[in-house]
């Protein structure tokens, strides 16, 4: 397959930019490229595992958000969406290339969807308002090393 066009760096007005990329876990904007392009091969049964983390989300009668941590090209973000009409979805991720990715994929939600740029490892100091019913993630905590886990998992 040929190679995904890689978006503009800045993103449009009104988004939150991409943040650059730290070169200490070696993933690059480059890295994201390829993953558009051969994810479906990297993980066997993908759909089938999407299914289950969509389901895994608790129902709600009123609206509420859902925080998809390393959303990527947001195909955990729209699983999430067909299984709940009463969600909206913020897909955190710091690559411009699979924020960009995700837009386009999820534009058919409109508001529903939305994005932030932010480093997996600063999470930590990420303040949603309002506050998410839940946190998923399919592809992205596996990037943190053992002190990060903690500091993110840490209630303050």
Same mark, same amino acid.
């Given at each position: 397959?040929?190679?995904?066009?890689?978006?503009?760096?800045?993103?449009?007005?009104?988004?939150?930019?991409?943040?650059?990329?730290?070169?200490?876990?070696? %993933?690059?904007?480059?890295? +994201?490229?390829?993953?558009? *392009?051969?994810?479906?091969?990297?993980?066997?049964? $993908?759909?089938?595992?999407?299914?289950? #983390?969509?389901?895994?989300?608790?129902?709600?009668?009123?609206?509420?958000?859902? #925080?998809?941590? =390393?959303?990527?090209? =947001?195909?955990?973000?729209?699983?999430?969406?067909? /299984?709940?009409?009463?969600? !909206?979805?913020? =897909?955190?991720? @710091?690559?411009? !290339?699979?924020?960009?990715?995700? &837009?386009? @994929?999820?534009? $058919?939600?409109? @508001?529903?969807?939305? !994005?932030?740029?932010?480093?997996?490892?600063?999470?930590? &100091?990420? &303040?949603? /308002?309002? +506050?998410?019913?839940?946190?998923? +993630? +399919?592809?992205?905590?596996?990037?943190? *090393?053992?002190?990060?886990?903690? $500091? %993110? #998992?840490?209630? !303050?």
């Amino acid at each position: 397959m040929p190679r995904k066009k890689r978006p503009p760096a800045i993103d449009p007005p009104g988004l939150a930019p991409a943040l650059p990329d730290p070169s200490h876990d070696g %993933w690059s904007e480059d890295n +994201s490229l390829a993953f558009l *392009d051969y994810g479906r091969f990297f993980v066997p049964d $993908r759909e089938e595992q999407l299914a289950i #983390l969509a389901q895994s989300v608790p129902h709600a009668k009123d609206q509420f958000v859902v #925080l998809d941590l =390393g959303c990527g090209d =947001g195909l955990l973000a729209q699983a999430v969406l067909e /299984a709940h009409p009463q969600a !909206t979805v913020v =897909g955190l991720d @710091r690559s411009a !290339t699979m924020l960009h990715s995700a &837009r386009e @994929r999820l534009a $058919r939600f409109g @508001r529903r969807f939305a !994005t932030q740029a932010v480093l997996l490892e600063d999470l930590h &100091r990420l &303040r949603q /308002a309002p +506050s998410p019913l839940c946190v998923v +993630s +399919s592809l992205a905590i596996h990037h943190l *090393d053992a002190c990060q886990e903690a $500091r %993110w #998992l840490s209630p !303050t």
